[in-house]
């Protein structure tokens, strides 16, 4: 998933394997941070109630929490999210069949329970008693039928429509060509009939009003994982089909099902969310309410804590330069993160349709450098795209630790060689072009850390442009540019998360990069239920990915964020997935 958030670390140069054991080894201290803060500041298995009893703290009487969220949220609707942003808030008022839970992993949630065929294709899903939306309306599995198929509907434009095709007759529907419905209105007319054909044979079906059938092309291991994920959250089809385009874009209009409820947002400032008393699992829930603010600049949103006018703030939400100060006293928190921040290139425009130029550039690029003066919070140097924390089913080794390093840090030998056989020796003649960022966070520092290493090592110059969040997001996703930043955080636990997006067909695959390789190599690994098979082929296509250089890999994200002590039980997992479902506040 993107976001906007940034991150930091350590590494020697010239080091041939990435991650050396005791990388990895620092990798895994991390994990072990995000532990005791998921079980000390907001986790543990316990119900907050008695881990309150167990140890003797109270219960503040007024259970509101203020919560610094970063940015606006382009959108609430669970088809049409692709942010950070918007899924935070998404997470809390929607609920799928499984939800995330305390300490990592999935369990029961719309489900209460589920049955998986031998052969790991059909799921059959069973939805509890008593699950209704806001408007009092039950939830029904016609509801996860409809919004999956949704998702994969041409019409509904879903960037995210790609995370359905391991259901069967999901890729048919999902890439079905509709002509222009204003030319050829009688052509149109036929072509949805055949569409709408195409999405009944997709592998979901509401047998009944309690039990869900699913069928997939073939084993997908984590595939209840991503049950609990936003694009695979049911929507009320009544209230969506009355109103298409705006049934989430306001608290008037937006019908939800999760543990809180959209009551108030003034857009760009903050947002607001109350207990949903309808909710079928509301005894847990103990905040009455969760104030999302969007302060943008990290320097104000640290003033604000540091001045009691919030008790949290997102990862991302602290300046680079106190960074280390903040750890080191403990008033910032830091944590594993699945999640790498790299370059797009955007293949379509020369001369960054030529795999040398892509890769003269990611080569200069010192990541040490970057890590070590501008992060500055323990992030790790990206030599490869996977980020640490995936275990290889296989071997029980770290995906990245047995993938190595696919190129060299600050190569910049290599780098003019390549410029120069591209026909720009020493830069000459390389046209201008311009890196674009986001403007929220501390973006900017590193564009023009970056910026300064191309002019130093390789003798050229670009432009520095920064666009909002949402504007940005829109212009990425177009291909309305020529290099930008991108960070992608893991959606489940597997290096698929990472490389399926880069795909020929992707929505997802912001460089517009076409390898007919590649798409086979992920086609393998999706079609095959053998773990051996697939991890092959998955190592196979990131170092085809490194070789021909669409993205810049830069490095591998640390959660690093503020939370009161008082602020208790907050679900914070390494694909930084926040949950207030069980939070408190203590007394203090």
């Not at 750890?327 to 928190?333: F, T, V």
């Not at 390789?517 to 990915?545: C, N, P, W």
């Amino acid at each position: 998933m993107p976001f906007f958030s940034v991150a930091v670390n350590n590494k020697q140069k010239g080091v041939q394997r990435l991650m050396s054991r005791k990388t990895l080894a620092i990798v895994l201290a991390l994990t072990l941070v995000l532990t005791a803060v998921l079980t000390g500041c907001g986790g543990g298995g316990e119900e907050p109630a008695d881990q309150e009893q167990a140890s003797g703290t109270e219960m503040a009487e007024e259970q509101v929490l203020v919560f610094n969220l970063g940015s606006e949220p382009p959108t609430l609707d669970p088809a049409l999210c692709t942010d950070n942003a918007s899924s935070t808030v998404i997470n809390q008022i929607f609920e799928g069949l499984a939800q995330r839970k305390p300490g990592g992993g999935v369990e029961p949630a719309v489900a209460e329970d589920w049955d998986i065929s031998p052969d790991g294709t059909e799921y059959t899903f069973y939805l509890r008693d008593g699950v209704t939306w806001t408007n009092g309306d039950p939830v029904t599995a016609h509801d996860f039928e409809y919004a999956w198929k949704r998702v994969l509907d041409p019409r509904t434009a879903s960037d995210y429509s790609y995370q359905l095709y391991y259901l069967k007759g999901a890729v048919e529907a999902n890439s079905f060509e509709l002509p222009d419905k204003e030319e050829k209105p009688d052509e149109y007319a036929e072509a949805v009939k055949e569409l709408e054909a195409l999405l009944d044979q997709v592998g979901v079906k509401a047998l009944d009003e309690k039990t869900l059938k699913v069928n997939l092309v073939a084993p997908a291991s984590y595939f209840i994982d991503l049950t609990a994920f936003f694009t695979y959250m049911p929507v009320p089809k009544k209230v969506v089909e009355a109103n298409p385009d705006s049934w989430a874009a306001s608290p008037e209009t937006i019908v939800t099902n999760g543990p809180f409820k959209l009551t108030e947002w003034n857009h760009k400032n903050d947002l607001t969310l109350v207990k949903n008393d309808t909710y079928w699992d509301k005894d847990k829930v103990k905040l009455s309410e969760i104030k999302m603010v969007m302060i943008t600049d990290p320097a104000t949103s640290l003033t604000a804590y540091e001045n009691g006018e919030i008790d949290m703030a997102a990862s991302g939400m602290i300046p680079l330069p106190d960074t280390p100060r903040l750890l080191e006293s403990g008033e910032a928190k830091r944590m594993a993160f699945l999640a790498t921040y790299y370059l797009d290139f955007n293949t379509t425009v020369e001369p960054l349709d030529d795999p040398r130029v892509r890769r003269a550039l990611s080569l200069a690029i010192d990541r040490q450098a970057i890590v070590d003066n501008v992060t500055k919070g323990g992030q790790l140097p990206a030599l490869a795209y996977v980020p640490p924390g995936i275990p290889n089913p296989v071997t029980g080794e770290d995906f990245r630790e047995e993938g190595g390093s696919l190129f060299k840090d600050a190569d910049v030998e290599t780098a003019k060689r390549l410029l120069e056989e591209a026909g720009f020796p020493n830069g000459e003649g390389f046209p201008k072009l311009t890196l674009m960022y986001n403007t929220e966070g501390s973006h900017k520092d590193i564009m023009q850390a970056i910026q300064a290493m191309w002019k130093e090592n390789l003798g050229i110059e670009v432009d520095l442009a920064g666009q909002e969040w949402k504007v940005f997001l829109k212009t990425r996703v177009q291909g309305d540019y020529e290099i930008a930043r991108d960070g992608w955080i893991g959606d489940y636990i597997d290096p698929m998360t990472f490389l399926d997006m880069f795909t020929s067909n992707s929505p997802q695959n912001n460089p517009k990069w076409k390898n007919e390789e590649y798409d086979r190599l992920i086609e393998t690994a999706k079609m095959s239920g053998d773990q051996e098979v697939r991890m092959k082929a998955l190592h196979d296509a990131e170092a085809l990915l490194m070789e021909e250089m669409p993205i810049a890999p830069i490095y591998f994200y640390v959660q690093i964020w503020q939370q009161r002590d008082y602020v208790k039980d907050v679900m914070i997992d390494i694909q930084e997935q926040y949950g207030f479902k069980y939070a408190w506040i203590a007394k203090h």
